[in-house]
């Protein structure tokens, strides 16, 4: 089991969502505490600026990952596909 840890900008962006975005986030957010390499969550690494990290999606929104040492996974950011990469 992975211990996940929750940024304070992923978690005020989280708040906004709609209800069953949040609904499908609690459920990603579990399943990849306890197995990242879970097929549903289709975790990507990422290219370019955002190297070293990784994305899953929830519905139409990305999130934005990385691993630690010990693990320990970091929840960085969600957001809509369109402008999470751009940031």
Do not use: C, W
């Not at 549903?40 to 690494?45: A, D, E, G, I, N």
């Not at 040492?69 to 809509?80: A, C, P, V, W």
């Amino acid at each position: 089991m992975y211990t996940i840890h929750l940024e304070k900008h992923f978690l005020s962006s989280a708040k906004k969502l709609e209800k069953e975005v949040k609904k499908e986030l609690g459920r990603n957010l579990l399943l990849l505490k306890q197995d990242p390499t879970h097929s549903h969550l289709r975790l990507k690494p990422l290219h370019g600026h955002l190297g070293g990290f990784y994305s899953f999606r929830v519905k139409e929104y990305r999130v934005i990952v990385e691993f630690l040492k010990e693990k320990r996974i970091r929840i960085l950011e969600i957001d809509k596909r369109d402008k999470i990469y751009k940031k």
